[in-house]
């Protein structure tokens, strides 16, 4: 498998996030920016109150903010 010349980007995921589907959250908006509850739906295959339950806690904690709809990493 080859590169395509495209960067990686590092994103470090907070020690005290420790459910599994909580990391894919803050991973996937680490990567889509402005991502909306949907979007975070459809590509992890969660449902609606799970992504909004996940988006709750990881803005209690300081990691997201709520922006147009969507979520970015604070």
Do not use: F, H
Not at 13 to 30: G, M, N, T
Not at 36 to 46: H, K, V
Not at 59 to 69: F, K
């Amino acid at each position: 498998m080859t590169q395509s010349g495209k960067s990686r980007s590092t994103v470090s995921i907070p020690d005290d996030i420790e459910s599994a589907q909580a990391k894919l959250v803050y991973l996937y908006i680490s990567m889509w920016p402005a991502a909306t509850p949907g979007d975070i739906c459809t590509a992890l295959a969660l449902n609606k109150g799970t992504v909004l339950s996940i988006a709750g806690t990881l803005r209690d904690r300081g990691y997201l903010e709520r922006r147009d709809g969507g979520y970015e990493l604070a």
